[in-house]
């Protein structure tokens, strides 16, 4: 049995889905955060419960032939990262491991398990960043909350972001010291700025620039545009307006301040149009990928009609518009059904509707009209599908299904649903979206399997 306070060697042996290492001691499995397998490390026990234990590599005695120097300074401090440790190679391997465990273990099932691509970029990939603004004891910070806090640690030059990203936080803090804006204190409920949250187009260059505040107005704005005007490829200045005492980032309530309010990127070769609330894949070059696989699954020969439910902008659908009959996208942001219709429209894409909704009524409401698509596109938040929505799916009787899931657990469930309801997973390929971060994209193939 081990206790709190004990320390002693341990070989790591495991990873848990979270990223974390495992290694056994007396027969209890040990977690410690940051670590490889292989590494020997000495460990102190900071909690101790009946099966397991939690510990701390006080020192690494023997290093992992997968461990690298962190290229990071706030690694260890800041959420952001879990793998910044281990060679990518390692990292891959780690969440094909992951991927395959939940289909194993949550899904009981094992379809063909593919290799997974990597991302193209592993530093600089993301499009997207939402860098929290508090000022603590006086000090500036603007950045990203430390691990299970709400502490903000500064950004600095993060490496998964856009260069442009750190010199507009720069722009910002200068902006905010020079006229004495205030910031959003949680406790209180008070001050003005509480996010800033950039968008940049990896195709076109093109930035969006959205302030988070607590408040009707944005002063002091020509001053802040003047200095964002020196960023290259600074398009546009959104105000989002959030006044509630809540942890979600975003208000509904978007003003444009500078520009059109949008920026387009280019995907698949397909014009996205992005507004500041519209979901969109954080990794260009990986969605590209992740979109020709789904392309590949989909099976398509010209005459297919395609459901393609939680569609965002309309981007996955869209990609495959030129090579189907019809296209019917469903999502519940209409924001995403405006950009989405307007993606169809610059696109010169014409056999393509969108319906804003809930995905499980609007699939039920288009079962009623009898719709008969070959090939149904799944891509649901982390929490998966709702039970309901597969089952009506399975109803519609698509030929093939294409499950995007940024979720293995989920998606694995789902798996085992969709196998019940007359679907065989046949193969499974996961996609690294997200490098040095826990999470794992993967895209599935169902067939339908009763006639
Ligand atoms: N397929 C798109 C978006 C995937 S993200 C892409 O690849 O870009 C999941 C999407 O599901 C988000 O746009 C989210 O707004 C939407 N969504 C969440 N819950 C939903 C629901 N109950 N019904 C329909 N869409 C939903």
Redesign the pocket.
Known sequence: MVNKNDEFKLNITGYTSEGGGVGKYDGQAIFVENVAIGDEILCHIIKAKKSYAIGKALKILKPSKNRINPECEAFRMCGGCSYAHITYDEELNLKAQKVKDAFERIGGISPDFKDIIPSPAITRYRNKAQYPVKRENGILNIGFYAKKSHRVIDGGDCLLQPEEFTTITEIFRKWINENSITVYNEQIGKGLVRHIYFRKAFATGEIMVCVVINGATLPYQDSLIELLRAVNGFKTLVVNINRDNTNVVLGTQCETILGDGYITDILCGVKIKLSPL????VNHDG?QLLYEKAIQYANLTGKEDIL??????G??GLTMANKVNSLIG????PE?IEDAKVNAQINNITNARFIC????L?AEKLQEEGIKPQVT?L???RKGC?EELLKTVSEIAPERIVY?SCDPATLARDAQRLENLGYKALEVTPVDMFPRTAHVESVCLFQRTTT
């Not at 909704?357 to 499980?360: H, P, W, Y």
């Open positions: 519209s979901f969109y894949q969605a393609d439910l939680y569609c965002g902008t981007t996955i469903v999502e519940i942001i995403a909704g809930d995905a499980t609007a596109i891509d649901p938040p709702a995007v």
